[in-house]
């Protein structure tokens, strides 16, 4: 094994089911250990399993036993990536995981994370979650670095992080990345380290959680504190918003490279962070169920049954039970088993409506008046086939509650949503919505309802894809784009850093 292998990846990016289809995507999670004389790779590996849900695409470990670092990445989930034998010969005292969904750079091994570049003194592995939004300019100075070839630059932001934190001539790691971050803009949660160092940093807006906890002979940094509580670290604290942090044999050091100017992204605890994830002091389940109880009392209907899209609407759905008075019941049964599958369904299949995930519970369902609650509406699709199947299970009446306002903007900051023409709430109203996915009505939650849920200040939070108001000014629309650095480079250079797919 060295820097970058994998083990019989052929960098296939096909999937049963569009990812766009299933409603929104976070791009990652990411966690950082420092731990001597404990076994990291094990801890990245169960820290990872605890944020699958943030990026089912690809997953990678980085390991440092002081004297150099290995990196393990494939394509697939954390436990189809991993093996024991693996996990055991990733030695060392500290470790980046990184579990992917791409937001820029396609779905492919070559953009797999943890990154890793030489140094001048060593080498250099990242983990990144959030978007960038000058990666324009990121790219540009990367292709003036000295020495730097005329090949291809990375086709993701975060690699083009990686190649300009790698480059400190008479410098150090640590003072480059002060140099650096003020010049990046955009949602970035970063987890780094070099063979000596573990490094972690949050963007100025702090859009994407990061947190930092203490293990009884060491320290761990991850996206979400569902993490830490899982490898047995205690939290400390959030990484504040343009704060670093460096851990090494001295300890731990904190520096700020930005003024704060918190704008946490209110999609963390509509659908994207773990129920049991704390965010800015509120937990993530209590706001779910408080969109539930204030979408009964902005859109109250007669029913006979309130059911949740599992699992991302059982919160919401709790709460509007308990406020309506209307019974709570489970009308879907979902498939726990169904991750990621780089197999596709036949077209015979695909016109019978395969459906790997969800299947209706028609004893619970027949001749009833149903609520629905789910926590967002993209395309449509996956509404429309749900009530497609509750129809076809005998459901009386289907009322369609939404646990957040209608997504009517692309997000910048690290959500895949669809592009804004494909927002069905972009060019329809409630009521055309309701009648596009078949529904006899639909109720959004209001965003002060929405924002009160979370009991953090409206100004702390981004909302930008149910406003169009973006915290960090956006560049030009052809500067932007998940596509943006592979559309720059030609065919043959694309080759070059795009593995080849095998035919089936």
Not at 339 to 358: A, C, E, N, V
Not at 377 to 396: F, K, P, S
Not at 450 to 458: F, G, I, K, L, Y
Request: glycine share 10%; with cysteine.
């Amino acid at each position: 094994m060295s820097s970058g292998s994998r083990r019989g990846g052929d960098g296939r990016l096909t999937a049963a089911l569009d990812p766009h289809d299933q409603g929104p995507q976070d791009q990652c999670g990411v966690i950082g250990v420092w731990a001597p004389g404990e076994e990291v790779a094990k801890l990245t590996y169960f820290g990872l399993y605890a944020l699958q849900h943030r990026g089912q695409e690809s997953a990678g470990i980085a390991v440092s036993n002081g004297r150099q670092i290995l990196v393990y990445k494939d394509m697939g989930l954390v436990s189809q990536v991993f093996d024991e034998a693996t996990l055991d010969s990733l030695t060392g005292h500290m470790a980046v995981g990184h579990a992917r969904y791409s937001t820029t750079g396609r779905s492919t091994w070559q953009n797999a994370q943890p990154t890793f570049m030489p140094t001048e003194d060593g080498s250099l592995a990242l983990g990144h979650n959030g978007n960038l939004i000058n990666t324009h300019e990121l790219a540009e100075l990367v292709a003036a670095l000295p020495g730097k070839s005329k090949g291809p630059v990375s086709t993701n932001d975060t690699g083009l992080l990686t190649e300009l934190l790698a480059y400190h001539p008479d410098s150090t790691v640590e003072m480059r990345a002060l140099e650096l971050l003020p010049q990046v803009r955009g949602a970035y949660s970063l987890v780094w380290m070099d063979e000596d160092t573990l490094y972690a940093a949050r963007d100025p807006q702090g859009i994407r959680p990061l947190v930092l906890g203490r293990l009884e002979r060491g320290w761990v940094v991850a996206s979400e504190d569902a993490a830490l509580a899982t490898v047995g670290a205690s939290v400390v604290r959030e990484v504040e918003p343009g704060e670093m942090i460096v851990i090494d044999s001295d300890g731990l050091r904190s520096h700020k490279f930005a003024e704060p100017d918190r704008k946490g992204c209110v999609f963390e605890y509509v659908y994207l962070a773990r129920p049991d994830a704390t965010i800015s002091g509120r937990g993530v389940h209590e706001a779910r169920v408080e969109m539930g109880r204030q979408l009964a009392r902005e859109f109250p209907i007669d029913a006979d049954l309130v059911m949740p899209v599992p699992e991302s609407g059982t919160p919401a759905a709790t709460g509007y039970a308990e406020e309506s008075g209307i019974p709570f019941g489970q009308g879907f049964v979902k498939n726990s088993y169904v991750g990621r599958t780089f197999i596709q369904p036949s077209q015979t299949l695909r016109q019978l409506g395969i459906r790997l995930k969800l299947n209706a519970l028609e004893h619970m369902i027949r001749g009833r008046r149903i609520v629905v609650v789910d926590d967002s509406i993209v395309r449509g699709n996956t509404q429309r086939a749900q009530i497609r199947m509750l129809r076809e299970a005998g459901a009386a009446e289907v009322h369609v509650r939404i646990s957040s306002p209608p997504v009517k903007w692309p997000c910048f900051y690290g959500i895949d949503f669809a592009t804004r023409a494909e927002l069905i709430a972009n060019g329809l109203d409630v009521e055309e919505i309701a009648h596009s996915v078949g529904a006899d009505s639909l109720g959004y939650i209001s965003l002060e309802g929405m924002v009160e849920a979370t009991q953090q200040p409206a100004r702390q939070l981004c909302t930008a894809c149910f406003t169009g108001e973006y915290p960090i000014e956006l560049p030009e629309e052809d500067l932007l784009g998940k596509h943006l650095l592979e559309a720059s480079l030609s065919t043959s250079e694309l080759g070059k850093t795009l593995p080849v797919l095998n035919n089936p």
